[in-house]
């Protein structure tokens, strides 16, 4: 009886530190996000009118670093640059004159993470990740009106450097591959982010620095990334 309690808890011993060998203890990962909005679909939304051209792009990409504490738990960190740029045309008509503008927005992403995993089996997890954000942006919008007077265009560059720092909640999936090698989809559910834009130097427009805060919950693909992890 004693050889066989010996032999179980050896064996328990040895399936253990096999585990531990098997499990992960490291992730690093890359995803990329990209939105094509057309304006003109919401033209009661924005206040535009049937002859009038209004769309963006955003892009963002991001890496990750990460540490598993536990099989279900990780801390780390992400890295990520984000950009957009919207283009608004219309033409002359009886009441409204032409415009031309074009914006876009740059900026770097810098997010200390905490994770919760749950491994529903060897090849599907599922992750909440639970994020502080700190990110700094550049903003900058050109418009060129005619002038119904002068019959000249008229330009002005409004610019401003942004700094935003709050929480995010953002879950996802990692489709494991192989060991060692996944697929991930992750969705930026829930922003709680303070914002403050200044006057940039380039700014021929002067404006007072805003300072606000902004809850928001995405209902939109804008804030759907795929991209690939690797553990070990």
Do not use: C
């Not at 990209?34 to 002859?51: C, E, F, R, S, V």
């Not at 995010?168 to 403050?196: C, Q, R, V, W």
């Amino acid at each position: 009886m004693q050889r066989l309690l010996l032999l179980a808890l050896f064996s328990f011993q040895v399936t253990t530190i096999i585990a531990q060998e098997k499990s992960e203890k490291f992730l690093i990962g890359v995803s990329i996000g990209y939105a094509h909005d057309d304006k003109t679909n919401n033209n009661l939304l924005n206040n535009i009118l049937p002859n009038e051209v209004y769309f963006s792009n955003s892009f963002q990409f991001r890496s990750e670093f990460g540490y598993f504490f536990s099989s279900g738990s990780l801390i780390g960190i992400d890295i990520g640059i984000v950009t957009e740029r919207s283009e608004r045309k219309r033409e002359a008509s009886q009441f409204f004159n032409t415009i031309e503008a074009f914006s876009y927005t740059n900026g770097i992403a810098l997010n200390p993470k905490y994770r919760l995993t749950k491994r529903i089996s060897e090849n599907l997890w599922l992750y909440t990740d639970l994020k502080i954000v700190l990110e700094f942006v550049k903003h900058h919008h050109h418009s060129s009106q005619l002038n119904i007077e002068t019959y000249e265009f008229e330009e002005t560059v409004m610019s401003g450097n942004e700094f935003k720092y709050g929480l995010a909640i953002e879950p996802g999936a990692i489709f494991k591959l192989t060991d060692h090698f996944g697929i991930k989809m992750e969705y930026s559910f829930l922003n709680i982010l303070h914002s403050k834009i200044k006057e940039a130097d380039d700014s021929n427009v002067k404006f007072e620095s805003i300072d606000a805060w902004d809850y928001s919950m995405n209902r939109s693909l804008s804030g759907f990334n795929l991209g690939v992890v690797f553990t070990w």
